[in-house]
Protein backbone atom coordinates (compact mmCIF):
# COMPACT_ATOMS: atom_id res chain seq x y z
CA UNK A 1 0.00 0.00 0.00
CA UNK A 2 3.06 2.21 0.14
CA UNK A 3 2.80 5.29 -2.13
CA UNK A 4 -1.40 4.59 -2.62
CA UNK A 5 -3.03 8.26 -2.84
CA UNK A 6 -6.04 8.64 -0.98
CA UNK A 7 -8.91 10.21 -1.20
CA UNK A 8 -9.57 13.42 0.50
CA UNK A 9 -12.07 12.88 3.58
CA UNK A 10 -15.53 14.84 2.30
CA UNK A 11 -15.81 18.01 5.35
CA UNK A 12 -18.57 16.88 7.31
CA UNK A 13 -20.21 14.09 5.36
CA UNK A 14 -19.21 11.26 8.06
CA UNK A 15 -21.41 13.47 10.42
CA UNK A 16 -24.26 13.04 8.40
CA UNK A 17 -24.89 9.54 9.57
CA UNK A 18 -26.13 8.29 12.99
CA UNK A 19 -24.37 4.83 12.82
CA UNK A 20 -22.65 3.12 15.73
CA UNK A 21 -19.13 4.56 15.77
CA UNK A 22 -17.83 1.56 17.36
CA UNK A 23 -18.55 -0.61 14.17
CA UNK A 24 -16.57 -0.32 10.83
CA UNK A 25 -19.63 -0.26 8.48
CA UNK A 26 -17.87 -1.35 5.61
CA UNK A 27 -21.10 -2.96 4.42
CA UNK A 28 -22.64 -0.09 2.93
CA UNK A 29 -23.98 -1.97 -0.65
CA UNK A 30 -26.35 -4.15 1.21
CA UNK A 31 -29.01 -2.04 3.31
CA UNK A 32 -27.45 1.55 2.77
CA UNK A 33 -27.31 3.79 5.32
CA UNK A 34 -29.82 7.35 5.73
CA UNK A 35 -28.52 10.54 5.83
CA UNK A 36 -29.64 11.96 9.75
CA UNK A 37 -31.27 15.37 7.01
CA UNK A 38 -33.54 12.36 5.02
CA UNK A 39 -34.53 11.19 8.36
CA UNK A 40 -35.69 14.22 9.75
CA UNK A 41 -37.43 14.57 6.36
CA UNK A 42 -39.03 11.38 6.29
CA UNK A 43 -40.07 11.95 10.24
CA UNK A 44 -41.91 15.57 9.37
CA UNK A 45 -43.97 13.54 6.64
CA UNK A 46 -45.07 11.09 9.38
CA UNK A 47 -46.14 13.94 11.58
CA UNK A 48 -47.94 15.74 8.75
CA UNK A 49 -49.31 12.26 7.64
CA UNK A 50 -50.78 11.86 11.51
CA UNK A 51 -52.20 15.37 12.03
CA UNK A 52 -54.79 14.81 8.69
CA UNK A 53 -54.36 11.19 7.59
CA UNK A 54 -57.12 11.70 5.41
CA UNK A 55 -55.55 14.61 3.67
CA UNK A 56 -52.16 13.30 3.59
CA UNK A 57 -53.57 9.87 1.83
CA UNK A 58 -55.87 11.55 -0.23
CA UNK A 59 -52.94 13.79 -1.83
CA UNK A 60 -50.61 11.18 -1.80
CA UNK A 61 -51.15 10.17 -5.61
CA UNK A 62 -50.31 13.37 -6.76
CA UNK A 63 -47.16 13.62 -4.38
CA UNK A 64 -46.27 10.32 -5.48
CA UNK A 65 -46.11 11.35 -9.04
CA UNK A 66 -44.34 14.75 -8.35
CA UNK A 67 -41.69 12.87 -6.23
CA UNK A 68 -41.43 10.38 -9.61
CA UNK A 69 -41.04 13.54 -11.84
CA UNK A 70 -38.17 14.75 -9.83
CA UNK A 71 -36.32 11.19 -9.56
CA UNK A 72 -36.82 11.57 -13.16
CA UNK A 73 -34.73 14.11 -13.67
CA UNK A 74 -31.84 13.67 -11.88
CA UNK A 75 -31.70 9.85 -13.50
CA UNK A 76 -32.21 11.01 -16.83
CA UNK A 77 -35.48 9.05 -17.30
CA UNK A 78 -38.58 9.22 -19.27
CA UNK A 79 -41.17 10.03 -16.21
CA UNK A 80 -43.56 8.87 -17.48
CA UNK A 81 -41.58 5.13 -18.00
CA UNK A 82 -40.51 5.64 -14.82
CA UNK A 83 -42.28 4.37 -11.58
CA UNK A 84 -41.48 3.89 -7.47
CA UNK A 85 -41.70 0.74 -6.06
CA UNK A 86 -40.04 -1.10 -2.76
CA UNK A 87 -37.16 -2.65 -3.82
CA UNK A 88 -35.59 -4.71 -7.09
CA UNK A 89 -37.45 -7.89 -5.09
CA UNK A 90 -40.63 -6.67 -6.27
CA UNK A 91 -39.53 -4.89 -9.25
CA UNK A 92 -38.10 -8.06 -10.66
CA UNK A 93 -41.94 -9.46 -9.88
CA UNK A 94 -43.75 -6.82 -12.00
CA UNK A 95 -41.21 -7.19 -14.79
CA UNK A 96 -41.39 -10.74 -15.17
CA UNK A 97 -45.00 -11.09 -14.53
CA UNK A 98 -45.44 -8.31 -17.45
CA UNK A 99 -44.09 -10.65 -20.51
CA UNK A 100 -45.64 -13.71 -21.44
CA UNK A 101 -43.97 -16.55 -21.97
CA UNK A 102 -44.61 -19.99 -24.03
CA UNK A 103 -43.78 -23.49 -23.03
CA UNK A 104 -39.83 -23.82 -23.99
CA UNK A 105 -38.73 -20.40 -23.32
CA UNK A 106 -35.97 -19.85 -21.63
CA UNK A 107 -34.26 -17.36 -19.18
CA UNK A 108 -30.86 -16.85 -18.77
CA UNK A 109 -29.88 -15.70 -15.78
CA UNK A 110 -25.91 -15.90 -14.31
CA UNK A 111 -24.09 -16.95 -11.57
CA UNK A 112 -23.00 -13.63 -9.98
CA UNK A 113 -26.83 -12.35 -9.94
CA UNK A 114 -28.52 -11.82 -6.90
CA UNK A 115 -30.08 -15.28 -5.57
CA UNK A 116 -33.90 -13.67 -4.97
CA UNK A 117 -33.84 -12.91 -8.34
CA UNK A 118 -32.88 -16.01 -9.82
CA UNK A 119 -35.66 -17.47 -7.74
CA UNK A 120 -38.36 -15.23 -8.76
CA UNK A 121 -37.53 -16.11 -12.51
CA UNK A 122 -37.39 -19.86 -11.27
CA UNK A 123 -40.77 -19.40 -9.81
CA UNK A 124 -42.13 -17.32 -13.00
CA UNK A 125 -40.72 -20.16 -15.21
CA UNK A 126 -42.49 -22.91 -13.01
CA UNK A 127 -46.10 -21.08 -13.43
CA UNK A 128 -45.52 -21.22 -17.47
CA UNK A 129 -43.92 -23.84 -18.48
CA UNK A 130 -40.54 -21.76 -19.20
CA UNK A 131 -36.81 -22.88 -18.00
CA UNK A 132 -34.37 -20.97 -16.35
CA UNK A 133 -30.86 -21.49 -16.71
CA UNK A 134 -27.69 -20.09 -15.35
CA UNK A 135 -24.56 -18.66 -16.83
CA UNK A 136 -21.23 -19.69 -15.05
CA UNK A 137 -19.11 -16.69 -15.72
CA UNK A 138 -15.67 -17.23 -14.00
CA UNK A 139 -14.58 -14.99 -11.02
CA UNK A 140 -11.17 -13.67 -12.66
CA UNK A 141 -12.88 -12.80 -15.64
CA UNK A 142 -13.05 -9.12 -16.91
CA UNK A 143 -16.39 -7.35 -18.09
CA UNK A 144 -16.12 -7.75 -21.67
CA UNK A 145 -15.13 -11.62 -21.08
CA UNK A 146 -18.67 -11.65 -19.54
CA UNK A 147 -19.95 -10.02 -22.47
CA UNK A 148 -18.75 -11.87 -24.55
CA UNK A 149 -19.85 -15.21 -22.19
CA UNK A 150 -23.81 -14.08 -22.51
CA UNK A 151 -23.84 -13.36 -26.12
CA UNK A 152 -22.29 -16.70 -27.16
CA UNK A 153 -24.96 -18.47 -24.42
CA UNK A 154 -28.02 -17.48 -26.45
CA UNK A 155 -29.92 -20.22 -27.45
CA UNK A 156 -32.99 -19.68 -30.03
CA UNK A 157 -35.10 -20.31 -27.02
CA UNK A 158 -33.53 -17.52 -25.35
CA UNK A 159 -36.48 -14.71 -24.82
CA UNK A 160 -35.59 -13.14 -21.60
CA UNK A 161 -31.97 -12.30 -19.75
CA UNK A 162 -31.95 -11.43 -16.38
CA UNK A 163 -28.68 -9.40 -16.03
CA UNK A 164 -26.78 -7.04 -13.11
CA UNK A 165 -25.94 -4.04 -13.89
CA UNK A 166 -23.48 -4.50 -10.97
CA UNK A 167 -23.18 -7.87 -9.05
CA UNK A 168 -24.27 -7.29 -5.61
CA UNK A 169 -21.74 -10.93 -4.33
CA UNK A 170 -18.76 -9.92 -6.90
CA UNK A 171 -19.03 -5.96 -7.92
CA UNK A 172 -18.35 -7.04 -11.22
CA UNK A 173 -20.30 -4.50 -14.28
CA UNK A 174 -22.21 -6.82 -16.69
CA UNK A 175 -25.59 -5.32 -18.20
CA UNK A 176 -23.46 -2.45 -19.73
CA UNK A 177 -24.89 -0.34 -22.12
CA UNK A 178 -23.42 -2.37 -25.47
CA UNK A 179 -24.46 -5.85 -24.23
CA UNK A 180 -27.93 -4.55 -23.58
CA UNK A 181 -28.14 -3.32 -27.44
CA UNK A 182 -26.39 -6.38 -28.45
CA UNK A 183 -29.20 -8.56 -27.08
CA UNK A 184 -31.82 -6.43 -28.38
CA UNK A 185 -30.64 -6.88 -31.33
CA UNK A 186 -30.90 -10.63 -31.17
CA UNK A 187 -34.63 -10.28 -30.12
CA UNK A 188 -34.08 -10.60 -26.34
CA UNK A 189 -35.67 -8.94 -23.94
CA UNK A 190 -33.43 -7.63 -21.08
CA UNK A 191 -33.86 -6.81 -17.37
CA UNK A 192 -31.87 -5.77 -15.58
CA UNK A 193 -31.06 -5.67 -11.87
CA UNK A 194 -29.73 -2.19 -11.07
CA UNK A 195 -29.67 -2.44 -7.63
CA UNK A 196 -26.45 -0.64 -6.83
CA UNK A 197 -26.40 1.93 -9.93
CA UNK A 198 -28.50 4.78 -9.00
CA UNK A 199 -26.12 7.40 -6.90
CA UNK A 200 -23.10 5.06 -7.53
CA UNK A 201 -23.06 5.23 -11.72
CA UNK A 202 -24.15 8.16 -14.10
CA UNK A 203 -26.96 5.94 -15.22
CA UNK A 204 -28.45 8.54 -17.74
CA UNK A 205 -27.20 7.19 -20.72
CA UNK A 206 -28.20 3.03 -19.58
CA UNK A 207 -31.57 3.64 -18.29
CA UNK A 208 -33.54 3.80 -20.82
CA UNK A 209 -31.84 0.86 -22.89
CA UNK A 210 -33.37 -2.54 -21.28
CA UNK A 211 -37.06 -3.48 -21.70
CA UNK A 212 -37.06 -3.32 -17.79
CA UNK A 213 -34.76 -1.84 -15.65
CA UNK A 214 -34.50 -1.78 -12.07
CA UNK A 215 -32.40 0.56 -9.22
CA UNK A 216 -32.71 0.82 -5.50
CA UNK A 217 -32.38 4.45 -4.22
CA UNK A 218 -31.66 3.34 -0.88
CA UNK A 219 -28.56 2.14 -1.07
CA UNK A 220 -26.36 4.66 -2.43
CA UNK A 221 -28.90 7.55 -3.50
CA UNK A 222 -29.30 8.66 0.16
CA UNK A 223 -33.09 7.37 0.09
CA UNK A 224 -34.91 5.66 2.77
CA UNK A 225 -35.69 1.89 3.23
CA UNK A 226 -37.22 0.93 0.72
CA UNK A 227 -37.22 2.84 -2.35
CA UNK A 228 -36.70 1.78 -5.92
CA UNK A 229 -37.52 2.78 -9.56
CA UNK A 230 -38.65 0.85 -12.21
CA UNK A 231 -38.09 2.03 -15.63
CA UNK A 232 -40.22 0.52 -18.52
CA UNK A 233 -39.50 0.93 -22.51
CA UNK A 234 -42.61 2.51 -24.42
CA UNK A 235 -43.45 -0.63 -26.01
CA UNK A 236 -44.34 -2.50 -22.58
CA UNK A 237 -45.83 -0.41 -20.13
CA UNK A 238 -49.71 -0.84 -21.38
CA UNK A 239 -48.62 -4.56 -20.52
CA UNK A 240 -47.47 -4.07 -16.60
CA UNK A 241 -49.07 -5.77 -14.45
CA UNK A 242 -49.19 -4.65 -10.76
CA UNK A 243 -48.50 -7.09 -8.52
CA UNK A 244 -51.64 -5.86 -6.73
CA UNK A 245 -55.10 -4.56 -7.55
CA UNK A 246 -55.84 -0.77 -6.53
CA UNK A 247 -57.82 1.99 -7.41
CA UNK A 248 -54.92 4.32 -9.20
CA UNK A 249 -55.17 0.57 -11.92
CA UNK A 250 -57.19 2.20 -14.52
CA UNK A 251 -54.45 5.53 -14.55
CA UNK A 252 -52.10 2.80 -16.56
CA UNK A 253 -48.25 2.65 -15.83
CA UNK A 254 -46.69 3.72 -13.81
CA UNK A 255 -49.67 4.78 -11.45
CA UNK A 256 -51.00 1.27 -11.22
CA UNK A 257 -47.88 -0.12 -9.97
CA UNK A 258 -47.02 2.63 -7.59
CA UNK A 259 -50.84 2.71 -5.54
CA UNK A 260 -50.84 0.63 -2.59
CA UNK A 261 -53.96 2.02 -0.55
CA UNK A 262 -53.05 2.24 2.81
CA UNK A 263 -49.16 2.32 2.53
CA UNK A 264 -46.61 4.05 3.97
CA UNK A 265 -45.46 6.58 1.02
CA UNK A 266 -43.39 8.75 3.32
CA UNK A 267 -40.34 7.32 2.07
CA UNK A 268 -40.71 7.60 -1.17
CA UNK A 269 -41.14 11.31 -1.05
CA UNK A 270 -37.93 11.98 1.40
CA UNK A 271 -36.40 10.47 -1.59
CA UNK A 272 -35.74 13.76 -3.23
CA UNK A 273 -34.32 14.95 -0.33
CA UNK A 274 -31.63 12.44 -0.75
CA UNK A 275 -30.69 12.94 -3.76
CA UNK A 276 -30.62 16.87 -3.28
CA UNK A 277 -27.85 15.95 -0.54
CA UNK A 278 -26.12 14.13 -2.70
CA UNK A 279 -25.69 16.73 -5.45
CA UNK A 280 -25.29 19.07 -2.33
CA UNK A 281 -21.84 16.84 -1.27
CA UNK A 282 -20.92 16.49 -4.76
CA UNK A 283 -22.14 13.54 -7.01
CA UNK A 284 -18.77 13.59 -8.97
CA UNK A 285 -17.13 13.82 -5.96
CA UNK A 286 -18.63 11.39 -3.85
CA UNK A 287 -18.49 8.63 -6.50
CA UNK A 288 -14.57 9.19 -6.98
CA UNK A 289 -13.89 9.43 -3.47
CA UNK A 290 -16.09 6.06 -3.02
CA UNK A 291 -14.17 4.20 -5.54
CA UNK A 292 -10.99 4.95 -4.93
CA UNK A 293 -11.48 4.09 -1.13
CA UNK A 294 -13.10 0.88 -2.10
CA UNK A 295 -9.89 0.11 -3.90
CA UNK A 296 -7.71 1.03 -1.23
CA UNK A 297 -9.32 -1.16 1.34
CA UNK A 298 -9.33 -4.10 -1.57
CA UNK A 299 -5.41 -3.70 -1.88
CA UNK A 300 -5.20 -3.53 2.19
CA UNK A 301 -7.50 -6.61 2.49
CA UNK A 302 -4.90 -8.80 -0.37
CA UNK A 303 -1.66 -7.40 1.16
CA UNK A 304 -2.46 -7.73 4.89
CA UNK A 305 -4.61 -10.77 4.59
CA UNK A 306 -3.67 -12.47 2.11
CA UNK A 307 -7.08 -12.65 -0.04
CA UNK A 308 -6.87 -12.44 -3.50
CA UNK A 309 -8.42 -9.50 -5.36
CA UNK A 310 -11.19 -10.16 -7.77
CA UNK A 311 -10.95 -7.81 -10.56
CA UNK A 312 -12.53 -4.32 -10.33
CA UNK A 313 -15.30 -2.19 -12.54
CA UNK A 314 -14.86 0.94 -13.44
CA UNK A 315 -16.86 3.26 -11.12
CA UNK A 316 -17.84 0.89 -8.32
CA UNK A 317 -17.58 1.65 -4.75
CA UNK A 318 -17.75 -2.24 -3.98
CA UNK A 319 -14.96 -4.72 -4.00
CA UNK A 320 -14.79 -8.77 -3.77
CA UNK A 321 -11.77 -10.79 -2.59
CA UNK A 322 -11.65 -14.66 -3.18
CA UNK A 323 -11.66 -16.35 0.33
CA UNK A 324 -8.87 -19.48 1.17
CA UNK A 325 -9.77 -22.66 0.03
CA UNK A 326 -12.55 -24.33 2.28
CA UNK A 327 -13.63 -20.61 4.25
CA UNK A 328 -17.17 -20.06 3.19
CA UNK A 329 -18.43 -22.70 0.94
CA UNK A 330 -21.56 -22.62 1.66
CA UNK A 331 -24.29 -20.36 3.40
CA UNK A 332 -24.25 -21.59 7.37
CA UNK A 333 -20.37 -20.92 7.21
CA UNK A 334 -20.28 -17.78 5.06
CA UNK A 335 -22.93 -16.42 7.79
CA UNK A 336 -20.60 -17.46 10.33
CA UNK A 337 -18.03 -15.83 9.18
CA UNK A 338 -19.89 -12.54 8.49
CA UNK A 339 -20.58 -12.64 12.76
CA UNK A 340 -17.05 -13.42 13.76
CA UNK A 341 -16.09 -10.34 11.96
CA UNK A 342 -19.01 -8.51 13.53
CA UNK A 343 -18.09 -9.81 16.99
CA UNK A 344 -14.48 -10.32 16.85
CA UNK A 345 -13.03 -7.18 14.29
CA UNK A 346 -16.46 -4.33 14.73
CA UNK A 347 -16.55 -4.30 11.30
CA UNK A 348 -19.60 -5.23 8.92
CA UNK A 349 -18.73 -7.16 5.64
CA UNK A 350 -20.45 -9.22 2.85
CA UNK A 351 -19.49 -12.56 2.36
CA UNK A 352 -21.20 -14.94 -0.16
CA UNK A 353 -20.51 -18.89 -0.34
CA UNK A 354 -18.56 -19.76 -3.27
CA UNK A 355 -17.29 -23.24 -4.79
CA UNK A 356 -13.98 -23.30 -3.75
CA UNK A 357 -13.53 -20.86 -1.35
CA UNK A 358 -16.24 -17.81 -0.61
CA UNK A 359 -16.37 -14.26 -1.98
CA UNK A 360 -16.06 -11.15 0.69
CA UNK A 361 -17.68 -7.48 -0.33
CA UNK A 362 -16.65 -4.77 1.01
CA UNK A 363 -18.07 -1.01 0.23
CA UNK A 364 -17.22 2.38 0.56
CA UNK A 365 -19.00 5.40 1.57
CA UNK A 366 -18.38 8.78 2.61
CA UNK A 367 -18.11 7.63 6.27
CA UNK A 368 -15.73 4.91 5.83
CA UNK A 369 -11.87 5.73 6.66
CA UNK A 370 -8.67 3.97 5.39
CA UNK A 371 -8.07 3.19 9.00
CA UNK A 372 -11.25 0.58 8.93
CA UNK A 373 -9.66 -1.35 5.99
CA UNK A 374 -6.18 -1.50 7.30
CA UNK A 375 -7.80 -2.48 11.10
CA UNK A 376 -10.05 -5.34 8.97
CA UNK A 377 -7.24 -6.57 6.94
CA UNK A 378 -5.11 -6.97 10.03
CA UNK A 379 -8.02 -8.95 12.03
CA UNK A 380 -8.62 -10.55 9.18
CA UNK A 381 -5.31 -12.55 8.38
CA UNK A 382 -5.59 -13.40 12.39
CA UNK A 383 -9.29 -14.94 12.61
CA UNK A 384 -8.80 -16.91 9.24
Known amino acids: MDGEVLPEPIAGAAELFALDPSVAHLNHGSYGAVPIPVQQAQERLRIEQERDPDAFLL ?28 NVTEAVAVALDSIAFARG ?35 DGGDDAAATAVLAALRPRTRVAILDRITSPTARAIATGPLVRALAERGVITVVDAAHAPGMLGVEQEIGGADFWFGNLHKWAFAPRPTAVLAVRPEWRERVRPLTYSWEHEQGYPARVEWRGTGDYTGWLAAPTGLALLAELGVERVRAHNERLAGYGQLALAELAGLAALPASPGVAMRALRLPPGVAQDESSAKALMAAVRSRLGARIAVRPWAGGGVLRISAQVYNRPQEYRTLASGLARLL
Do not use: F
Not at 70 to 75: D, E, G, M, R
Not at 118 to 133: F, H, I, M, N, S
Open 59 to 86: EAPGRVAETRRAVAAVLGADPDGLALLT
Open 105 to 139: DEILVTDHGYGVVTRAAERRAAECGATVRTLALPL
